[in-house]
């Protein structure tokens, strides 16, 4: 019989951030980005797994009829004082598991290295900020150090939308009000609970995932009626989220789409995490403030993710951070190899990238 409480234990002690769960395999675990078995662990078998299901579904008819309906369904659960984030597919008809580990101290913005235009741009009275990156970028503690940020300085209402809930948040100086998204859960859809958001009366509205045209339009919506937007796209740079978004409407919506976007849109922050040289996650971001150029770019006719690039390097006075500026940064400072910030780019930049390297090295002389 598998001790599946004995895994997340092991897991929780060796501060890793998820736990892969598959038939055949031993339990393995993510640290610090690699994956490493379990070795104390038996190799799970297709009724472990089963047992394993029935553990977290824990005779909830509603989870278990959306499993057998979609092959597919996330959950939240609680070991002990730790929250647990998990997904639950299929593989030839055997559930494997993903859960996800969520640190129950949420870290301020100095030490997940937020750049600081992120957090005083959260005091927009109105508009869309965006958190982007791919999966295992530290979206979710990014959105969520920003809204920590606003409830211990503003009296705000902050109603958020979440799938499943992660941090849970205590109010504080701003009141705020938490829905998981789900069947059977706080609101049905990401695009439900934006418009019903409408008549909560809230300050500030944070869409944990905006992965639809539906639920972009939404936001657009709550945007342009006077409040202050943060949601997550699946995107890996700034520029590339901009292109997304366009690419959510046909040809014939595109030219209002763009309009909106660069009127709504203030800020865009991009993010990866890297092993630094010190073996430690290292935060690696890219941010785009929109503004009179950044708009301009975004309006024409025909958009060009290199030409908004472009802008974001050539402006970087107005509160922008490129990619490459990043990746010097962080070089310069010693918490990435050189090697490593070469990777990250394309090759037609890396003479850009060696030039902001010298020039930064200069200043510090």
Known sequence: ?????????????SNASDIHLVAERKPSMRVSRVLQEIETEENL??????????????GNVEKDTEYQRSKQIDFSF?????????NISSSDNVPVLTLRIIKNELPRFEEIGVPDVVRRM????????????????????????????????????????????????TSKKSLIVQKEVGIG???????????NSLREDCDILVIGEIRDKETMEAAIDMAESGHLVLGTLH???????????INFYEVRDQASIKYLISSLLKLVISQRLLKGIDEKLVLLPEVMVVDNIVAGCI????FSVSDLEDAIQGNLAKGNISLINSLADLYVKNRI?????????????????????MQMKMKKI
Request: proline letters at 2%; glycine letters at 4%; charged letters at 30%.
């Open 122 to 169: 959260m005091y927009q009275p109105q508009g869309l900020i965006l958190v982007t990156g791919k999966t295992n970028s530290g979206k979710t503690t990014t959105l969520n150090a920003l809204i920590n940020e606003i409830n211990e300085n503003e009296p705000k209402k902050i109603l958020t939308l979440e799938k499943p809930i992660e941090f849970k948040h």
């Open 235 to 245: 995107t890996k740079s700034c520029a590339e989220t901009i292109d997304r978004i």
């Open 1 to 13: 019989m598998v001790n599946i409480d004995k895994i997340m234990k092991i897991a929780i002690e």
């Open 78 to 86: 609680q070991y002990e004082t730790v929250r647990i984030r998990g």
């Open 337 to 357: 190899s050189l090697e490593q910030a070469k990777s990250q780019i394309e090759e037609k930049n890396i003479e850009v990238l060696n030039r902001t390297i």
């Open 299 to 302: 309006r024409k006719e025909k």
């Open 185 to 195: 859960k706080d609101t049905l859809t990401f695009r439900d609970g934006v418009k």
């Open 45 to 58: 078998t297709e009724s472990d797994m089963f047992e394993i299901y029935e553990y977290f579904i824990n």
